[in-house]
């Protein structure tokens, strides 16, 4: 990130080496690019990046908006943005956090262009995957269940094939499997199962929480599988909000007829 800002804000350098310190890929990466917005943004109105005022920043959002960007990045670059200005404040480089009076962009679940599985076609895949091999296997599994339960293990056990050492996924050549690897295997893997969305490795993080939720699983309890700080995150994975099986209101009707015939 050394080329992102100036020579001599050697203050914002330590702040974001620090901020990405803490993060691993693809998080990291998609920290960056977020960043860069950030700080190209900063370079253009003269602005130091650390000493940015709750008005700048409302002033940024104004300019990401008549830059065209979609609500949804514009929101998850202004929340990165936040989340490092709270870290250098925990880091001692700043005071406060001016990010926190901002009024954060907000994103209707129905705007989010996010790609997520039904279970049944969470299903099809595994079956596919599991068809096609220990390797494609250990991939949608480790993609999409996060954790190890038992048919986890034993596809990571298949895809390792007895060695205890170098990557579990591996490419045609027996190297490490990269991330683009793994978005054209998923993606032959989703052809060969029927299903026609556009799926990344990400999409199985997203297919993980939301079939976990529909399934009832607990927020809480899906927020520490997700690994996620703030519960909120967890709800932004959660692509199956509109769907009225789930609404309130059936739960609320169950119970008072109970009570009625009772």
Request: hydrophobic letters at 45%; glycine letters at 8%; charged letters at 20%.
């Amino acid at each position: 990130m050394s080329e992102l800002v100036p020579s001599y804000l050697d203050i914002t350098k330590l702040a974001i080496a620090g901020f990405l310190a803490r993060c691993r890929e693809p998080t990291a990466g998609s920290y960056r690019v977020d960043l860069r917005c950030y700080l190209r943004w900063c370079g253009e109105v003269e602005v130091d990046p650390l000493r940015v005022t709750r008005a700048q920043l409302e002033l940024f959002v104004r300019a990401m908006e008549a830059g065209e960007y979609a609500p949804a990045t514009i929101a998850r670059r202004f929340c990165t943005v936040a989340t490092f200005l709270k870290y250098a404040v925990i880091d001692g480089l700043i005071p406060n956090n001016p990010a926190d009076a901002v009024t954060r962009p907000k994103v209707e679940w129905q705007g989010q262009n996010r790609t997520v599985l039904h279970p049944l076609e969470f299903a099809a895949l595994l079956a596919a995957a599991r068809a096609s091999g220990g390797n494609d296997h250990a991939l949608v599994a480790l993609l999409g269940m996060i954790v190890l339960p038992i048919p986890v293990l034993r596809a990571i056990r298949e895809a390792t094939d007895g060695r205890d050492h170098g990557p579990i996924l591996t490419n045609t050549f027996g190297r490490r499997l990269d991330p683009g690897g793994a978005t054209r295997r998923l993606r032959r893997l989703c052809a060969r199962a029927g299903i026609d969305h556009m799926i990344s490795p990400h999409s199985l993080r997203r297919t993980f929480c939301t079939t976990g939720l529909v399934a009832g699983v607990p927020i809480r309890d899906m927020q520490v599988a997700m690994r996620h700080a703030d519960p909120r995150t967890t709800m932004r994975y959660d692509m199956a909000q509109a769907n009225l099986d789930r609404h309130a209101a059936h739960a609320v009707a169950a119970y008072l007829a109970g009570m009625s015939s009772g």
